[in-house]
T-cell receptor, first 115, second 115 residues
Framework: NAGVTQTPKFQVLKTGQSMTLQCAQD?????MYWYRQDPGMGLRLIYY???????DKGEVPNGYNVSRLNKREFSLRLESAAPSQTSVYFC??????????????FGPGTRLTVT | SQQGEEDPQALSIQEGENATMNCSYK?????LQWYRQNSGRGLVHLIL?????REKHSGRLRVTLDTSKKSSSLLITASRAADTASYFC???????????????FGKGTKLSVKP
């Protein structure tokens, strides 16, 4: 099992360009998330999807759109990239244990630079 | 809305010593989790402690939770060079994003264990 995969690993964009970050999971989890991590900061939630067909805004959604294509895939789109979107982007899923506990599984990240 | 704040921001110790990291948070929680992030990688779940628990152990990890002080600590005993990483606390602040499983991450403690 690959777990959570992200493509691309690295990307450089010019201001105003658009791109889509891809995330896929093979763990059959319902919930998926997109975070951004800036230097010296924790992770901030951009968007999440509690289940296939639903998406909701997180803490910092401006400038982004998402698509939950199916249960496996959750993509993040930057329509018009800005230097402030230079960051490392992480996709994650949540597994809920029968005990009620849960934990998140993270992809390896996409390092995006906008010049 | 940064919920968790880790302290210290950075910690440097010798192999074999214990490492203690603290986390403070602001609002009521159902649980608090600790994650590790190796340089350039995604986060990995370490341990979850529920709001009705005071202490939890997992191998060389010991987590305490004091809900009256809204704080938690992570103790790594007999540290190893391989423990070098950033450590983040995460809380499921009530109604954050309106969905169970959404987590708010702190800024992290960068631990360096020297051989």
């Amino acid at each position: 099992n690959a777990g959570v995969t992200q493509t691309p690993k690295f990307q450089v964009l010019k201001t105003g360009q658009s791109m889509t970050l891809q995330c896929a999971q093979d763990m059959n989890h319902n919930s998926m998330y997109w975070y951004r991590q800036d230097p010296g900061m924790g992770l901030r939630l951009i968007y999440y999807s509690a289940s296939e067909g639903t998406t909701d805004k997180g803490e910092v959604p401006n400038g982004y759109n998402v698509s939950r294509l199916n249960k496996r895939e959750f993509s993040l789109r930057l329509e018009s990239a800005a230097p402030s979107q230079t960051s490392v982007y992480f996709c994650a899923t949540t597994w809920y244990f029968p005990t009620g506990n849960y934990e998140q599984y993270f992809g390896p990240g996409t390092r995006l630079t906008v010049t | 809305s940064q919920q968790g704040e880790e302290d210290p921001q950075a910690l440097s110790i010798q192999e074999g010593e214990n490492a203690t990291m603290n986390c403070s948070y602001k609002t009521s929680i159902n649980n608090l989790q600790w994650y590790r992030q190796n340089s350039g990688r995604g986060l990995v779940h370490l341990i979850l402690i529920r709001s009705n628990e005071r202490e939890k152990h997992s191998g060389r990890l010991r987590v305490t939770l004091d809900t009256s002080k809204k704080s938690s600590s992570l103790l790594i005993t007999a540290s190893r060079a391989a423990d070098t990483a950033s450590y983040f606390c995460a809380t499921d602040a009530e109604n954050y994003g309106g969905s169970q499983g959404n987590l708010i991450f702190g800024k992290g403690t960068k631990l360096s264990v020297k051989p």
